[in-house]
């Protein structure tokens, strides 16, 4: 027995000085892309023919999807709180109906191009936000100090005066009102960022690269600026994405190569970063599972160590790979092509702009009735039924994903991994049992919820979708809160003060509320979902009862 101990230490030691050569895998597939969805045929006859078809129960008043609204309303209230059941939800009055097809009719024209006439009916029923005015047309870009109007080309020129007498009142004062009032002046973004720095603001001086950067997200300079503050905080994730992000979305630009190479000089510097971590983390816990052996001569300690880092070494998409797979056989999944096909389209749509093409996306979806969803690192993002039965248009479902998408794409499972106990935080990656339930409850810091927010919001303006889809999601989680939490949204905290941020952010950076919502074509896949879940549950009392 002591032998045997003492060629177990040896073996670990080994293994100790090994670390140093391990190399971090990356494993890479293209996303291979999804064919458009033709437009759906316009009639009231077949709007209510989908709409009934998404009622579970036939024998009951059809009931429709429901638009998101800006407001929400308090639901009645219940004596004991139960899971939500589809086929008991409220009728929508004549006068909802009627607004839904105003959607419906706005989606078409937006498909067809026709861009200005969809806009003008989306503004017709959709509700401005509660605390926020009209936002104001937004002005084309300048980058000529002699475009400026005479009060901006005074401020322009007080802020010179102040850096070349060194003077930080003198200086600062006249670039924020230049940048306030004069948003579309790109080098006024740039050099209050550059003076805020000087006078140790890096905070500050992303907020204001961060806003800019919204206004004008095609402006070389502004994102090159934004992607060396970002690399300066020594946030490179962020300042890959950033960089990969304007390479995806301004292809034809004379600089996309250069940022595509910033991208990867960035992401290399996070991955070299988050090994070491890897290492370091690696070696304290492995001694300190092999001095549990010593005493207690049990081996689940230095091997569960020793199987986990090996696994972290190899990277984010080994990790998803390996419980994907055994989620897989711990869930069931829908199989129907069409639902499948759906949740696909809008997660690859959303993935092939997020800026980390060494991913294989999949998406899975889930026969569970509860609104909620998780993603594993690597790609791997599972979607449960409820998801589409329970939110109101495709936007909405698309903010959904794009969250999760941008919990992967900024690596935040992996960052809990790597940065916490080793032991602890991992065997919610690996086969150890029970990986599920705490998979979907895993914590988030307020700032990745955040971060996962503002990129998820950016994603589906990108691809096309209204930009308060994620937004409008929160509203529709409050309103079933007043009956029982959703599931996803006690594993991701927000309510009213997360609505709130959303609005001003929506706002502030200009974003387009007034695009496409994707609502009939949503009530056509609610109506099988809901038929799916029906039948499973029909499937589950006459077990019960057998």
Same mark, same amino acid.
């Given at each position: 027995m002591k032998r045997n101990r003492k060629s177990l230490l040896l073996t670990l030691n080994w293994v100790l000085l090994s670390f140093g050569t391990s190399i971090l895998i990356i494993l890479t597939q293209p996303t291979a892309p999804v064919p458009a969805q033709e437009p759906a045929a316009n009639s009231q006859q077949q709007l209510r023919e989908i709409l009934q078809r998404a009622t579970p129960n036939p024998t009951e008043t059809p009931k429709p999807v429901i638009i998101p609204q800006p407001t929400p309303s308090p639901s009645p209230e219940v004596t004991e709180p139960k899971k939500p059941d589809t086929a008991t939800e409220p009728e929508l009055t004549p006068e909802e109906i009627a607004r839904q097809q105003k959607f419906i009719e706005a989606d078409k024209l937006y498909q067809a191009g026709q861009i200005v006439e969809a806009e003008k009916i989306y503004r017709e029923v959709k509700e401005p936000f509660a605390k926020t005015s009209q936002p104001q047309e937004r002005k084309a870009a300048i980058t000529d100090p002699t475009q400026l109007s005479p009060a901006g080309k005074v401020y322009w020129r007080e802020a010179e005066a102040g850096i070349e007498k060194k003077l930080e009142s003198?200086?600062?004062?006249?670039?924020?009102?230049?940048?306030?009032?004069?948003?579309?002046?790109?080098?006024?973004?740039?050099?209050?960022?550059?003076?805020?720095?000087?006078?140790?603001r890096s905070p500050q001086a992303l907020d204001i690269l961060e806003r800019g950067a919204s206004l004008y997200p095609d402006q070389p300079e502004l994102i090159k600026a934004r992607v060396t503050a970002l690399a300066e905080a020594q946030k490179w994730m962020e300042a890959s994405l950033a960089?990969? *992000?304007?390479?995806?979305?301004? +292809? $034809?630009? +004379? *600089?996309? +190569?250069?940022?595509?190479?910033?991208?990867?000089?960035?992401?290399?510097?996070? $991955?070299?970063h988050i090994q070491a971590e890897i290492r370091g983390n690696a070696i304290a816990n492995i001694l300190t599972g092999a001095l549990g052996y010593a005493v207690s001569g049990s081996l689940l300690g230095p091997f569960s160590a020793l199987d986990s880092t090996i696994m972290l070494l190899r990277g984010e998409e080994s990790i998803g790979e390996s419980v994907a797979k055994q989620a897989k056989q711990e869930l069931k999944q829908i199989t129907d092509e069409t639902v499948v096909a759906y949740v696909d389209e809008i997660g690859q749509k959303l993935a092939k702009v997020a800026g980390r093409n060494e991913f294989k996306y999949e998406f899975f979806v889930v026969p569970q009735e509860e609104l909620n969803a998780f993603?594993?690192?690597?790609?791997?993002?599972?979607?449960?039924?409820?998801?589409?039965?329970? =939110?109101?248009?495709?936007? #909405?479902?698309?903010?959904?994903?794009?969250?999760?998408? @941008?919990?992967?794409?900024?690596?935040?499972?992996?960052?809990?991994?790597?940065?916490?106990?080793?032991?602890?935080?991992? =065997? /919610?990656?690996?086969?150890?049992?029970?990986?599920?339930g705490q998979l979907s409850a895993l914590s988030y810091s307020r700032d990745m919820e955040r971060q996962a927010d503002t990129l998820g919001t950016r994603l589906i303006v990108a691809t096309g979708y209204a930009a308060d889809g994620l937004r409008n999601l929160m509203v529709t989680l409050e309103k079933q809160q007043k009956n029982a939490p959703p599931s996803w949204l006690s594993s991701h905290p927000g309510g009213s003060e997360r609505v @709130?941020?959303?609005?001003?952010?929506?706002?502030? @950076?200009?974003?387009?509320?007034?695009?496409?919502?994707?609502? #009939?074509?949503?009530?056509?896949? *609610?109506?099988?979902?809901?038929?799916?879940? $029906?039948?499973?549950?029909? /499937?589950?009392?006459?077990?019960?009862? @057998?």
């Amino acid at each position: 027995m002591k032998r045997n101990r003492k060629s177990l230490l040896l073996t670990l030691n080994w293994v100790l000085l090994s670390f140093g050569t391990s190399i971090l895998i990356i494993l890479t597939q293209p996303t291979a892309p999804v064919p458009a969805q033709e437009p759906a045929a316009n009639s009231q006859q077949q709007l209510r023919e989908i709409l009934q078809r998404a009622t579970p129960n036939p024998t009951e008043t059809p009931k429709p999807v429901i638009i998101p609204q800006p407001t929400p309303s308090p639901s009645p209230e219940v004596t004991e709180p139960k899971k939500p059941d589809t086929a008991t939800e409220p009728e929508l009055t004549p006068e909802e109906i009627a607004r839904q097809q105003k959607f419906i009719e706005a989606d078409k024209l937006y498909q067809a191009g026709q861009i200005v006439e969809a806009e003008k009916i989306y503004r017709e029923v959709k509700e401005p936000f509660a605390k926020t005015s009209q936002p104001q047309e937004r002005k084309a870009a300048i980058t000529d100090p002699t475009q400026l109007s005479p009060a901006g080309k005074v401020y322009w020129r007080e802020a010179e005066a102040g850096i070349e007498k060194k003077l930080e009142s003198r200086t600062l004062i006249p670039l924020q009102l230049l940048v306030e009032q004069y948003p579309e002046f790109i080098p006024g973004h740039i050099k209050f960022a550059e003076v805020l720095k000087q006078y140790n603001r890096s905070p500050q001086a992303l907020d204001i690269l961060e806003r800019g950067a919204s206004l004008y997200p095609d402006q070389p300079e502004l994102i090159k600026a934004r992607v060396t503050a970002l690399a300066e905080a020594q946030k490179w994730m962020e300042a890959s994405l950033a960089a990969r *992000q304007f390479a995806i979305l301004n +292809p $034809k630009d +004379p *600089q996309a +190569p250069e940022f595509a190479n910033l991208a990867d000089v960035h992401l290399k510097r996070y $991955k070299s970063h988050i090994q070491a971590e890897i290492r370091g983390n690696a070696i304290a816990n492995i001694l300190t599972g092999a001095l549990g052996y010593a005493v207690s001569g049990s081996l689940l300690g230095p091997f569960s160590a020793l199987d986990s880092t090996i696994m972290l070494l190899r990277g984010e998409e080994s990790i998803g790979e390996s419980v994907a797979k055994q989620a897989k056989q711990e869930l069931k999944q829908i199989t129907d092509e069409t639902v499948v096909a759906y949740v696909d389209e809008i997660g690859q749509k959303l993935a092939k702009v997020a800026g980390r093409n060494e991913f294989k996306y999949e998406f899975f979806v889930v026969p569970q009735e509860e609104l909620n969803a998780f993603a594993l690192p690597g790609g791997k993002i599972f979607i449960n039924a409820g998801a589409i039965a329970k =939110t109101n248009s495709e936007a #909405e479902l698309a903010g959904l994903i794009g969250h999760e998408l @941008s919990h992967v794409v900024l690596s935040h499972g992996f960052q809990l991994v790597t940065q916490g106990n080793l032991v602890a935080n991992v =065997t /919610q990656y690996i086969p150890l049992g029970g990986i599920i339930g705490q998979l979907s409850a895993l914590s988030y810091s307020r700032d990745m919820e955040r971060q996962a927010d503002t990129l998820g919001t950016r994603l589906i303006v990108a691809t096309g979708y209204a930009a308060d889809g994620l937004r409008n999601l929160m509203v529709t989680l409050e309103k079933q809160q007043k009956n029982a939490p959703p599931s996803w949204l006690s594993s991701h905290p927000g309510g009213s003060e997360r609505v @709130s941020y959303l609005e001003d952010m929506i706002t502030n @950076s200009k974003y387009n509320r007034y695009a496409y919502e994707g609502v #009939e074509r949503h009530a056509q896949i *609610q109506a099988k979902v809901k038929q799916i879940l $029906k039948e499973k549950k029909s /499937q589950e009392e006459k077990k019960q009862r @057998s």
